[in-house]
């Protein structure tokens, strides 16, 4: 069998990128042929030959599609988090994610709350709903790009830089948090993506010499960077499903995470990491990391037993197969 699979920016070092990528090395382990394509970065009219496509991203996905002289037939469709939460309520964009669905053999999301979101906006495709977690990745030993500081206490924001990550919003809560602890400090870890937000983030950089702004990191990287850091956040007003959060959960490392449904999907409040609401409970919960060991050795080991639980790539991987090949059947 062989699967093709189509996201959008896959030379870019986001999210879907790192989960494209470790699907297909989970799937070539089992036997599969996969191909990986870029639906945003070039200009096809013809695709590989597959006997599937897996397609990431409904609404980029369709409008990718719709260029091509002959439609992929079957083809399966993940939703990544975007879609879920912005297109899928665009007036400008809602047919056209409804249509991917429509015309999709599987639908795949992370979490069964975003299947339920799905199903009371398009109820006649809830039958071909498949919720399946998203799988942790494996990393080499690496020596961390820079070395952290002796006596320090590492905060650790992995992000690609643009509004949605929120990522000016963490600066100023954490620059409260060095006010009143100034061994803390802050890596920022990601791509620019949007230029404008690109240039604010970099401007709070250099107001703070205990920031650091590593910019963009070979995934291979990230194991080393996660190990060196005492606690790794999330600041996004929205997610899929965190692929950052749940590696560094997976070192056993806590996590302090915003409120909204992709982090909640995987981070329970005050058992495998902290989900704040405010800035202030933001500053509360960072306080408990900072200075209760016992707390942050415990919601580490919860953190990273979950992710052996519930996050496997090889249950991800078989559960991916098993779709296709009900799908070609």
Do not use: C
């Not at 400008?92 to 991917?100: G, L, M, N, P, T």
């Not at 970099?202 to 996660?226: S, T």
């Amino acid at each position: 069998m062989k699967v093709l699979l189509a996201s959008p920016n896959f030379h870019q070092p986001r999210g879907n990128t790192v989960t494209v990528q470790r699907i297909a090395n989970s799937l070539e382990k089992l036997d599969v042929d996969t191909e990986i394509i870029s639906t945003t970065e070039k200009q096809w009219t013809t695709l590989p030959e597959a006997d599937i496509v897996h397609g990431f991203h409904a609404y980029h996905f369709y409008k990718f599609i719709q260029k091509l002289d002959e439609k992929p037939d079957p083809y399966m469709v993940t939703i990544t988090g975007t879609d879920l939460n912005h297109d899928l309520f665009d007036k400008q964009k809602r047919e056209d994610v409804f249509a991917s669905l429509k015309g999709a053999k599987a639908i795949h999301v992370f979490d069964d709350k975003a299947k339920e979101v799905i199903s009371n906006e398009l109820s006649e495709v809830e039958d071909k709903i498949f919720t399946i977690a998203q799988g942790n990745s494996n990393f080499p030993k690496e020596n961390p790009p820079v070395k952290k500081e002796e006596n320090t206490f590492l905060f650790v924001l992995p992000a690609g830089i643009r509004k949605i990550k929120n990522v000016p919003e963490a600066i100023k809560m954490m620059s409260k948090m060095h006010d009143k602890f100034p061994r803390v400090r802050l890596w920022l870890v990601g791509p620019i993506i949007e230029e404008q937000e690109g240039q604010a983030v970099e401007e709070l950089v250099r107001q703070h010499d205990w920031i650091e702004y590593l910019g963009q990191v070979p995934h291979l990287n990230m194991g080393a960077i996660y190990q060196s850091a005492d606690a790794v956040l999330n600041t996004s007003h929205d997610e899929g499903q965190s692929s950052a959060i749940i590696e560094a959960m997976g070192f056993g490392i806590p996590v302090l995470v915003s409120n909204n449904p992709g982090n909640r999907s995987i981070v329970t409040h005050q058992k495998n990491g902290f989900v704040y609401k405010s800035p202030n409970e933001f500053l509360d919960y960072g306080e408990q990391i900072i200075n209760n060991n016992e707390i942050k050795q415990k919601i580490g080991q919860q953190a990273k037993q979950h992710i052996a639980d519930y996050h496997s790539s090889t249950y991800e991987a078989d559960n991916f197969l098993k779709i296709y090949k009900s799908i070609l059947n």
